[in-house]
């Protein structure tokens, strides 16, 4: 029987690179995406031609109606979840301190902060073996902003991502005595839509400078790494935070 994975915002970047490479593995994977059906079905059929499976699910990740509803269908087309993937985030605009506005500041944590809380709610609910569940994974998307402070960008971002560390290691050492595993993937810069969502198209070359390894990382590679902390090979890794970034 096939494991069963769940993906947060699993169309485009990072996340649909997890979703297909999960699925060439022999998961089953359930993803949420957002407004963009046509790159959704593009995952799944991809995921298909491949010979694995995915199912596509649109929700809003930042509310508590769209989570239950990417774990319901999940819990009713695949069965009992093995590995939460909280991948689903925006940056928000590109943005000194002093500018900031108040809705960035709610639509960057709700989605980036109470949607990876309420995930992980649910994940541990299915999985804990306190609750009667087998036990699992959940691996966290963050960022090194997390880290560099977003100085000059986007600082909302980058405090999001501290948040997301936080809840990687609280959350790891409350539920390791029930089974679940919960660690994080920390990308640096990696060649995604993400830059020119922000409305910095040329940040990439701007910063790729700094990066020792002298080039941004794939999604592909960051994908990767998340499959591995996923998998049996890590069993014994736990509240840890993986630097995805070429040394930066």
């Known amino acids: 029987m096939s494991r069963v994975m769940v993906v947060t915002g699993g169309s485009r970047g990072i996340g ?9 593995k022999g998961y089953a994977v ?21 010979g694995g499976r995915a199912l596509a699910v649109q929700a809003d990740m930042a509310t508590e109606a769209g989570v239950m509803q990417l774990f319901e269908i999940c819990d009713r ?15 928000g605009p590109i943005r000194r301190l002093a500018n900031i506005d108040v809705a960035t500041l709610h639509a ?5 902060v109470v949607g990876y809380f309420l995930a992980s709610r ?5 999985m804990s073996t306190a609750s009667g569940g087998k036990g699992g994974a959940i691996v966290n998307v963050s960022s090194r902003a997390a880290d560099l402070g977003g100085a000059g960008e986007w600082i909302h971002y980058a405090a999001s991502k501290g948040a ?18 919960v660690t994080a993937v920390r990308p640096g810069l990696i060649d ?3 830059h020119a969502m922000a409305g910095a198209p040329d940040r990439l070359e701007r910063l790729t400078g700094g990066v020792p390894m002298g080039r941004p990382g794939s999604a592909e590679e960051v994908a990767e790494t998340i499959l591995w902390l996923a998998s049996p090979e890590a069993s014994y890794i736990s509240g840890t935070l993986v ?6």
């Open 30 to 50: 359930c993803f949420s995406y957002g407004d963009s059906v046509a790159r959704a079905n593009e995952v799944v059929a991809t995921a298909a031609a491949a």
């Open 192 to 194: 995604t839509e993400l």
């Open 108 to 112: 960057v944590f709700e989605l980036n």
């Open 77 to 91: 087309e695949f069965g009992t979840l093995d590995v939460l993937v909280n991948n689903a985030g925006i940056t």
């Open 16 to 24: 649909a690179a997890t979703v297909l490479l999960a699925a060439r």
């Open 122 to 126: 649910e994940a541990v609910r299915r």
């Open 243 to 248: 630097e995805v970034s070429g040394g930066r």
């Open 164 to 181: 997301t560390d936080t809840l990687t290691m609280g959350l790891a050492r409350e539920v390791g005595r029930e089974g679940i595993r």
